[in-house]
Each structure stands twice: as C-alpha cells, then as structure tokens.
C-alpha cells in the first residue's frame, strides 16, 4: 500500500478541484443545450447528463472534506516537553498554545522506555525547558529521546526549539519584575550555572545583553557563574558599584544550586552591601498571565 502522505494528499485535493469544476462545467453546457432542443428524447438524455454531472460534484466536495480531514490529521502538531527533572514538568513554554492530548511531558532522570508515543506521521516540537544549552540539552536529551523511540515502529519527525534561557520571553519577564524594585544604588546580579566546557553556554550572556536593554540606561548588571574558573557570584558581588544588590538565578526551579551555591545575606553584609534574592524562571512563567498559555 502506497505511504499517505501530505504531498499524496495535496495533490489529491487538487485533483478533486479540477474534477468539481469539470462537472460543473459540464453541467452547465448540459443545460444551456437542454433549453433548444426539439427532440423529447434527446432533452430527457441531457437532462441525465446534468443529474450525473451535479452528482460527480457532490463527490468530489465529498471526497474533498474526507482528504481535508486526513491532511488535519498528518500535520496536527504534538509536542513534546522535557526538563532536566521532575519540578519543570508541568511548565509550558512561553506564548505556545498547548492543545490536550497532543502534550508528552517527561524529564531526563525518567525511564525513557514508559515515554508515551505520539502518533505515526505527525510532526513533533520538542521544548527543551532547560536554562541554557550544554551536555543536558545535547547528548542527554538525544539519548533520552532515541531510547525512548527505539521501541517504536515508527520514528517520528522531530523538530527541536531552543532552550527556555534563550527565549526573549524571559528577559522581559525579569525586566518588568526588577523595574519597580529598582532604586538609587541598585545593581543587578544575575548568576547561571555555567559549564565546565572551555566556552561558556550563550544564553546567560544573551539574557544580560537583553537586560540592560530594557532596564533604565546606567543600570548594573553583572553576570557570574556556580561552576569554576568562571567568575564567582561572591566574587563578582563583592566587586560591584552598587549597594543593594537584586540577586537573579538564571534558574529553572529552586533546586540544589538554588540552595546551596548562591549568595547570602551574610556574603553581602561582608561586602558592606544589602541583597534582595528575586524568582527564579518557573516563578516568572507561571506568574506572567500575558505570556504564559494554559492548556485549553
């Protein structure tokens, strides 16, 4: 049996098309014939050939709706929502409407065998709702999705996003957040979790950049890191010019380095400066209505 596909289909719409005309056309020319003719005979066999040609029409607008319906169901969207470990499951990536039962949520640390499977021919979106890109959102995640469809009899066509840092979403989010806590003195001390690789991921970096455009002109913003050699966040802290200190975690959830690696009070009071912890980013997606789209 020959694969359906959308090309498959397509064409065949186009071929129901020229049919539908085709009989209308003939329909049309049936008729105009039908109003001169003498012969009773002759006028009954073109009054058939309308019949047969609307008939053909109808078919077609049939078979049409039939095609159309099966093109909905090859290009229907699913979507696929992976996090580094349970906590970011239930998050949806900013703006993208998230239609019930085309959803597939999972995380790295799960068994990558009980993933559900979505169905044969449809393209899948795959949401990395990580922070920054790296080993968890390359050979990770491939790994985990390649065991996953391993046991399938079908591999679906996947199509991959970049990660949750990346989206502008979420440095207008933090932007509209820090505005109104921003005073005479304020900085701005946002701290990511880096990489042990010789380049450091972009996105903390993009995320600053896109900061300090929307925030007021003059506002310090700094960036430090929890994996060494790159700069300390105590480090980074003791040496900026502002006195209060708005710390950001460029953070999914508050999770191990949430509580363990960054900043305290204490560190601050040591360098003669207050500190006001903000949300990390799930915080910032579930309490931005504007942006953040439920399942519906």
């Known amino acids: 049996m020959a694969k359906i596909t959308g090309h498959r289909v397509s064409g065949a719409l186009i071929v129901c098309g020229v049919a539908f005309a085709l ?20 006028a009954r066999h073109l009054r058939l050939l309308i019949y047969a040609h609307f008939a053909i029409a109808q078919l ?20 696929i929502i992976i996090s580094y470990n349970e906590h970011g499951m239930k998050l949806n990536p900013p703006g993208v409407l998230m239609v019930p039962g085309r959803v597939i949520r999972c995380h790295l640390g799960a068994d990558p065998t009980a993933l559900p499977l979505p169905p044969k021919g449809v393209p899948v979106l795959v949401y990395p709702m990580l922070m ?50 921003l005073h005479d003195d304020t900085g701005v001390l946002v701290v990511a979790h880096g990489s042990k690789s010789t380049d450091p991921p972009p996105e903390p970096a993009l995320f600053c950049r896109r900061l ?79 942006l953040n789209t439920e399942e519906t």
């Open 23 to 42: 009989a209308l056309v003939g329909a049309i020319v049936c008729g105009e014939k039908m109003t001169g003719a003498q012969d009773p005979s002759y």
């Open 60 to 79: 077609t607008i049939v078979a049409a709706a039939f095609l159309l319906y099966r093109l909905h169901r090859l290009w229907r969207t699913h979507y």
């Open 132 to 181: 920054q890109s790296g080993r968890a959102s390359g050979e990770r995640m491939e790994a985990f999705l390649e065991a996953a469809f391993s046991r399938a009899p079908h591999r679906p066509r996947l199509f991959f996003q970049p990660v949750l840092g990346a989206s502008p979403w979420l440095a207008h989010a933090a932007a509209d957040h820090i505005r109104p806590l």
């Open 212 to 290: 300090r455009e929307l925030l007021p002109t003059g506002t310090e913003i700094c960036l430090a890191y929890f994996q060494i050699p790159r700069p300390s966040a105590r480090n980074v802290l003791c040496g900026m010019r502002a006195q209060h200190i708005l710390l950001l975690p460029f953070l999914l959830t508050e999770g191990f380095h949430f509580n363990r690696d960054l900043p305290k009070q204490k560190d601050a009071a040591a360098c003669g400066k207050t500190l006001q912890l903000l949300p990390v980013a799930a915080t910032l997606l579930r309490n931005d209505a504007t």
